[in-house]
Structures are given as C-alpha cells and as structure tokens.
C-alpha cells in the first residue's frame, strides 16, 4: 500500500487523531521568513532557501529588528501561521499544497517546509526557528497530512474521475442538443421554401381545395394538437378532445426532456468544487516528504 507521505525513518505519531481532526495542536516558534523555491521537493532546495533567509535575519539583527515570534495551529485543514497576541492570521497553508518538509537534525530547532501558494501558484520555503521542537512539528505535520489524506479519499474523493467524466457527458449532451436545434431550423427552413414554390406554380383564382402541405419526404408533418374539424364524427358525436401537452417541461428535438447530470443527487458537486478537488488529488497523489537534514554548515549559520 503506498503511502501519502515518506520519511526515510518512521517515527510514532505524536498526537491522537481527534487531536488533529477535532481541535488543532499549537507551537510557539520565530517565523525567519519565506522564500520562492524551483522546486517543490529537496533537501538542497531548503538548504538554499535556509541559509538566504538566515543570512537576511542575520543583517536585520545587527541592525537592530528582532526575528518575529509566531504561533504555529496544525490540524488536518492546514498550517496556519498567526500572530501571538492577536491572533491575525498571517498565512494559511492548506496541507494537500505540502509538498516537503525537513528539520535540522543538529540544530533540533530549525525546521522548513514547501507549499505551493493559492494565488501565484509558485513555490514558497518557510523557515522557523522552534526552540529545539523541529522533529516534533515536523512529525506533527506529517500526520495531520496522513488524516488529512485519509480523510479525502472517505469523504468522496474517489469520485473525482467519475465526476470528470460526468461533466465530459454533459459537454457531449449540449453539444448533440445545439446540432439537433440546428438541424430543426434546416427542416423548418426548407418546409417554407417548399410552401413557397408549391404558391407561385398554382394557377391563379383557383378554388380548389389544396391537401395539406408536406415535407421534405413527401409526409404531412405532425402536431400534437390535431385539428378536430378534420376528424369525421361518429355515431353523430365528436371524437374526445387530444390533450395538450405541457409547456412548463421543456423537451428536444425527439420529445424527450433534456437530461442534467447533475441533477441526479446531492452527491453531485458543482464545477467550482469539482476543480478544488482536483487539485487536493493532484496534491495529495504528489505526497508530503519528511526528512531530516543539516542545514548549518559554517559559523555564519550557527545562530539566527
């Protein structure tokens, strides 16, 4: 069974999964700041995006500004990232947009990861200093991803493809509908022409009583609503009157209503919804990579 996630060494999760699918597990940390990235996965991708964001948190520092402090809340909707006091969200990462996630394995307080922004689409690294809690986020992290997957393919993501394909079968039903009016118009328009040329070749003043016109294919064409005058009376009484047929359903070219995929339950998602779940699979069907690194590698780097 392959898995949502990987971490070269499995580890226990930290947290029950009520924990993170009820409430949401919080951590205090400094936010050092976030970077753009090529790449949504790498331990040299976050190595780069750490030693730029400390060696810009290191100018900053001599000069005085201090590295802002922040309050991390996990739970299978996300990695919201606020402030303290306020409790102002600064940024809100929503897991299936996760793809890698890395601690310093000598720092023990240094951890990063990767999400793909909402907006720009672009890569982002966010790095944050945690007071020695780096593995412990981290594997925080990758079980809420792990519940959060989970928690996907329960509640119908499975179904995307399906969907996919309903919404194909309704592109191909409008289309036939649209070539069927078409074809109506064509019918209508050469009846017409017809009537005309059968007017003009008729001798004038003539009296005679014309048989109904025919189509193209030399038959009467059909109403639903027949004419009672042109049936004969029986037994000196008048046929039943023919029902009309219902305006308020509106039908095709065949008499048939038009059907509506999704129209078929309340399992059925609109398209704007349909999307959003296209891109949870695609992110979900990339995964989340778990690792431990190091990340400082000469004295510059050693402090924040």
């Not at 349909?274 to 590698?297: A, N, P, Y």
Request: glycine share 6%; with cysteine.
């Amino acid at each position: 069974m392959n898995r949502a996630f990987s971490r070269k060494k499995d580890k226990t999760w930290m947290h029950t999964p009520e924990a993170l699918s009820k409430h949401y597990i919080p951590y205090n940390a400094k936010f050092l700041g976030s970077t753009e990235v090529e790449q949504p996965k790498g331990t040299e991708v976050v190595r780069d995006a750490v030693r730029k964001l400390k060696f810009a948190r290191h100018i900053k520092k001599s000069e005085g500004q201090k590295i802002p402090k922040v309050e991390l809340q996990i739970s299978i909707y996300g990695v919201k990232i606020l402030e303290p006091k306020t409790k102002e969200v600064q940024h809100n990462c929503q897991l299936h947009r996760i793809s890698f996630c890395a601690d310093d394995k000598t720092d023990k307080r240094i951890f990063t990861f990767i999400c793909k922004d909402s907006e720009s689409n672009k890569h982002l690294c966010y790095v944050f200093d945690s007071e020695k809690c780096a593995e412990e986020i981290t594997l925080t992290i990758g079980q809420a991803f792990d519940l959060a997957y989970r928690k996907f393919l329960e509640s119908g993501g499975k179904d995307v493809e399906t969907r996919k394909q309903i919404a194909g079968l309704q592109k191909r039903i409008q289309d036939l509908e649209t070539e069927n009016m078409e074809l109506k118009n064509k019918v209508q328009d050469l009846e017409s022409q017809l009537r005309i040329t059968q007017v003009s070749t008729s001798p004038a003043g003539s009296l005679t009583p014309k048989s109904p016109s025919t189509d193209i294919f030399d038959m009467i064409p059909f109403s639903p609503i027949s004419h009672q005058s042109s049936i004969p009376a029986r037994n000196g009484t008048q046929p039943p009157p023919v029902p009309s047929r219902s305006t308020e359903i509106k039908r095709d070219l065949f008499g048939a209503e038009p059907f509506d995929p999704f129209n078929c339950g309340a399992g059925d998602f609109p398209p704007d919804i349909q999307s959003k779940l296209d891109e949870m699979q695609e992110g979900f069907k990339m995964g989340l990579t778990l690792e431990g690194t190091v990340f400082c590698l000469d004295p510059v780097d050693s402090r924040c």
